[in-house]
Structures are given as C-alpha cells and as structure tokens.
C-alpha cells in the first residue's frame, strides 16, 4: 500500500460540517497508486477565489484546485478545497456533504497522479475511476444522474 504523508489545514471560518482530519486522510488513502507528501488546505471563498484567479485566471471561488509539484520519486502537491462552494453544491445536488468532500478529496487526488478532464476521453476515465472509489468508499456514484441520462 502506498504511504502517505498529508498535512490538513483548515483556514476558513465555515468549520460547518467540515470532515476530520482523519477522513481526508482515509479518502486520500484510498485513492492513492504511488507514495504522497499532501497538503489539503480548507479555505474560505476569498482565498478560494484569489488562488484561482492568479493560477487558472478565473475570477470565482471554485471547489476544487490541485498544485501538482513533482511525480518523481513520489508525488508531491497540494489541493485546496473551498469549503463554502462544496457547502453550497453539496446543496444544490442534495447530497451529503461529507460524500461531496469524499468526492472532491478523491478527485484532487487523481488529479496530482496526472488524471485530466479536459478532453471528454480523459474525463470518462477519471470519472469511472472517481466512480469506482467512491462505491469502494461507500457513497454513491458521483456521477450515476450524469450517466442515467439519455
């Protein structure tokens, strides 16, 4: 089993709901292929929106953001999540919110181990694989409304 090594940092004041330590960890875990240095950082919809404003240059708060740094030897990175954008879509889809922030975690994870979703072949697969851990995990499929449509 790969090892990891994940710092989490929570620096928002929407603590509501906000999953331990202990289940990023487990999330994280679960989705790892290779050793992992982490830092998944929490932040409020102000640092959210800064971070994705100076590197992807768009000017909103998103959910998920992931800092690959290197692959070689192992992987190194770090993901932010935006704990009031994943409150809010966690909401809206009438999900749980510790299954929106599994999801999440799961994808920033596959994100530093260089899955895309760019191009529509490459998000298939990252989605099936994104569906196939969250069923591991015990959730649902993130993606089952997507893939019932005709």
Known sequence: M???AMSVQYATESNNGVPSEKQFRKWARTTLRVDTEATL?????EEGRALNRDYRGKDYA???LTFPLTEDPWLI???ILCAPVVEKEAQEQG???EAH???LTVHGILHMHGYDHEEEAQAELMESIE?????QLGYADPYLSEKQKP
């Open 2 to 4: 790969p090892k990891l």
């Open 41 to 45: 950082r929490i932040v409020d919809e």
């Open 62 to 64: 998103t959910n998920v």
């Open 77 to 79: 990175g770090d993901i």
């Open 95 to 97: 999900i749980s919110l």
């Open 101 to 103: 922030y599994a999801h």
């Open 131 to 135: 569906s196939f851990i969250m069923v």
